[in-house]
C-alpha cells in the first residue's frame, strides 16, 4: 500500500474502533450493534479497489478482534472485514469515480448482511452459538438499518478524504485524465466550456482558411509573374 493510503487509513480505524466500542456498543439498541468500523473499510475500499480494501479490511478486523471487549476467536472478524473489503473493492469504476449515490448504497447494504451472515457462520465452526440465541433474522435486519442509517455521515466522507490521499480532484473539467475517461463524469459540472471550445476552434479554422487563401493567391501572382516573364523573353 501506497504510504498516504497507510498515514489515511490507520487514523481512521482506530477512531472508528474507539467509537464503536465506547459509544455504540453502549447504546444498548435492539439487535446488532452499529458497524462503524465495517462502513470506515466499505468507503475506503470504494475509491482504493480490491487490493486496499482487503488489506484493510484485514488489518482493521485484526484489531478489533485484539481489542478488548473482544470475547471471540482472534482473526475470526479479520476475516470477515478482509472478504467485505475485496469485495467492496471490486465494484470500484474503471474512472475511479461513483456517478451516483446508488451503488455505494448497494455495496452498504450488501456488506451489512454478508458481513452479519459470515461472522455467524464462522462462529459457528467454531462453537460460538451466540447468533442462535439473538436470532439471525433479527440481526440482519437491525445490522443493515444501522449502517444504513450511518452511511450517508460516514462513507461520502471518508471517499472524499480517499480521493484527496490519491491526488484526485473533488471535481474535474475534463482534463485531469490523459484518456479523458476520468473527467468524463464530471462534464456537467463546467457548463458552458464545451460551447466556448468549439467556437473557438472554429474561429481558428477559419483564421487558418484565410491565411492559406491568401497564401495560395501570393502563389499563384508569383507564378502568373514568372510565366509571363519567361514568355517576353522567348518573344524578344
Same mark, same amino acid.
Given at each position: 500500500?501506497?504510504?498516504?493510503?497507510?498515514?489515511?487509513?490507520?487514523?481512521?480505524?482506530?477512531? *472508528?474502533?474507539? %467509537?464503536?466500542?465506547?459509544?455504540?456498543?453502549? @447504546?444498548?439498541?435492539?439487535?446488532?450493534?452499529?458497524?462503524?468500523?465495517?462502513?470506515?473499510?466499505? !468507503?475506503? &475500499?470504494?475509491? #482504493?479497489?480490491?487490493?486496499?480494501?482487503?488489506?484493510?479490511?484485514?488489518?482493521?478486523? @485484526?484489531?478489533?478482534?485484539?481489542?478488548?471487549?473482544?470475547?471471540?476467536?482472534? !482473526?475470526? #472478524?479479520?476475516?470477515?472485514?478482509?472478504? %467485505?473489503?475485496?469485495? *467492496?473493492?471490486?465494484?470500484?469504476?474503471?474512472?475511479?469515480?461513483?456517478?451516483? /449515490? +446508488?451503488?455505494?448504497?448497494?455495496?452498504?447494504?450488501? /456488506?451489512?448482511?454478508?458481513?452479519?451472515?459470515?461472522?455467524?457462520? =464462522?462462529?459457528?465452526?467454531? !462453537?460460538? +452459538? &451466540? *447468533?442462535?440465541?439473538?436470532?439471525?433474522?433479527?440481526?440482519?435486519?437491525?445490522?443493515?438499518?444501522?449502517?444504513?442509517?450511518?452511511?450517508?455521515?460516514?462513507?461520502?466522507?471518508?471517499?472524499? *478524504?480517499?480521493?484527496? +490521499?490519491?491526488?484526485?480532484?473533488?471535481?474535474?473539467?475534463?482534463?485531469?485524465?490523459?484518456?479523458?475517461? !476520468?473527467?468524463?463524469? #464530471?462534464?456537467?459540472?463546467?457548463?458552458?466550456?464545451?460551447?466556448? &471550445?468549439?467556437?473557438? /476552434?472554429?474561429?481558428?479554422?477559419?483564421?487558418?482558411?484565410?491565411?492559406?487563401?491568401?497564401?495560395?493567391?501570393?502563389?499563384?501572382?508569383?507564378?502568373?509573374?514568372? =510565366?509571363?516573364? %519567361?514568355?517576353?523573353?522567348?518573344?524578344?
Amino acid at each position: 500500500m501506497r504510504i498516504n493510503r497507510i498515514l489515511l487509513s490507520a487514523p481512521l480505524v482506530v477512531v *472508528a474502533l474507539v %467509537i464503536q466500542v465506547t459509544i455504540l456498543a453502549r @447504546l444498548q439498541l435492539p439487535g446488532a450493534v452499529p458497524d462503524l468500523l465495517l462502513l470506515v473499510v466499505v !468507503g475506503l &475500499a470504494l475509491v #482504493y479497489g480490491h487490493v486496499g480494501g482487503a488489506l484493510i479490511g484485514f488489518f482493521a478486523g @485484526l484489531l478489533a478482534d485484539l481489542a478488548p471487549p473482544s470475547d471471540h476467536a482472534i !482473526g475470526r #472478524y479479520a476475516l470477515v472485514l478482509c472478504v %467485505i473489503g475485496y469485495a *467492496a473493492g471490486l465494484t470500484k469504476p474503471e474512472s475511479g469515480r461513483h456517478r451516483s /449515490a +446508488t451503488l455505494p448504497l448497494i455495496v452498504v447494504i450488501g /456488506a451489512a448482511i454478508v458481513s452479519t451472515l459470515m461472522y455467524a457462520g =464462522v462462529g459457528a465452526l467454531v !462453537g460460538d +452459538t &451466540a *447468533a442462535r440465541h439473538v436470532g439471525i433474522v433479527g440481526l440482519l435486519l437491525s445490522a443493515t438499518l444501522y449502517d444504513l442509517l450511518l452511511a450517508p455521515f460516514v462513507v461520502p466522507l471518508l471517499m472524499a *478524504a480517499a480521493r484527496r +490521499t490519491e491526488g484526485e480532484p473533488l471535481t474535474g473539467d475534463g482534463t485531469s485524465s490523459p484518456s479523458g475517461s !476520468g473527467g468524463a463524469g #464530471y462534464g456537467w459540472l463546467t457548463t458552458g466550456t464545451g460551447l466556448k &471550445a468549439s467556437r473557438g /476552434a472554429m474561429k481558428s479554422v477559419r483564421a487558418g482558411a484565410r491565411i492559406g487563401s491568401q497564401r495560395g493567391g501570393l502563389l499563384g501572382k508569383s507564378a502568373r509573374d514568372k =510565366v509571363g516573364r %519567361i514568355k517576353g523573353v522567348k518573344r524578344l
